[in-house]
């Protein structure tokens, strides 16, 4: 179990929080499935990882966001769609994102 640290950097730690839930909750909703699969797996990490690179850059400079705009196009079809994103399929496209990289 982790430990506890005790910050007086109290914008930091929330602006951190919501840069990860960012990450997570977007890749969870695009997958379906719940955080710890997310973390279960090299590639859905390693997505989540550069969906946060990519918020953070961005804010600094207009910069591309294909992980980002990945899940919003996921999310987005399934629910104009009214359907479960399915995590076998669209899995794949994080993949291939990776791949391309």
């Given at each position: 179990m982790?430990?506890?640290?005790?910050?007086?950097?109290?914008?930091?730690?929330?602006?951190?929080?919501l840069l990860i839930n960012n990450a997570f909750s977007g890749l969870s909703a695009a997958l379906n499935v719940e955080y710890g699969v997310v973390l279960d797996l090299d590639i859905s990490v390693?997505?989540?990882v550069r969906v946060a690179d990519e918020t953070?850059?961005?804010e600094l400079k207009h910069f591309?966001?294909?992980y980002n705009d990945?899940?919003?196009r996921l999310v987005k079809q399934a629910e104009e769609f009214q359907t479960v994103p399915d995590f076998e399929t669209n899995i794949k496209f994080f993949e291939e994102l990776n791949n391309n990289r």
């Open positions: 982790g430990g506890t640290h005790i910050s007086d950097n109290l914008m930091g730690t929330k602006w951190s929080k390693v997505s989540a953070i850059r961005n591309s966001t294909p990945m899940v919003v």
